[in-house]
């Protein structure tokens, strides 16, 4: 069996937990946003939170199983977490810069992780 693909040298539960904490995070604004009084205002923040909480817990659960696109998963994560970071950023609302902060830290963890992987 060749298990050259895994990657089980590289512990990633601290990588894990930061996408979990990310899409709790995401999750946490995007039940906030909706009960802000101009919902529509907020409209594309909550489409990016629930995008980003999805791909987050997805890229947790890939990397917990150790999956062969795992790495080239986190770019997308990085990109969407990006994107979700730079939304929240422009509202005021607590929960927004909580969520925008926890983007952020995602991104980077994100970013150091897969390193030079490039989509084929």
Do not use: W, Y
Not at 1 to 14: E, K, Q, R, T, V
Not at 28 to 47: G, P, Q, R, Y
Request: hydrophobic share 35%; net charge negative; aromatic share 2%.
């Amino acid at each position: 069996m060749n298990n050259s693909h895994h990657h089980s040298g590289h512990p990633h539960s601290a990588l894990i937990q930061e996408l979990i904490n990310c899409a709790l995070s995401c999750e946490k604004c995007l039940t906030a946003c909706l009960e802000e009084s101009d919902v529509t205002m907020m409209a594309h923040c909550i489409e990016l939170d629930k995008d980003c909480a999805d791909i987050c817990f997805l890229a947790a659960r890939l990397l917990q199983r150790d999956s062969e696109i795992g790495h080239k998963f986190l770019l997308i994560c990085e990109e969407i977490c990006r994107l979700c970071a730079a939304e929240c950023s422009k509202h005021e609302h607590e929960h927004c810069k909580v969520c925008a902060e926890a983007c952020e830290k995602c991104a980077e963890a994100c970013h150091a992780h897969h390193g030079e992987v490039h989509l084929a």
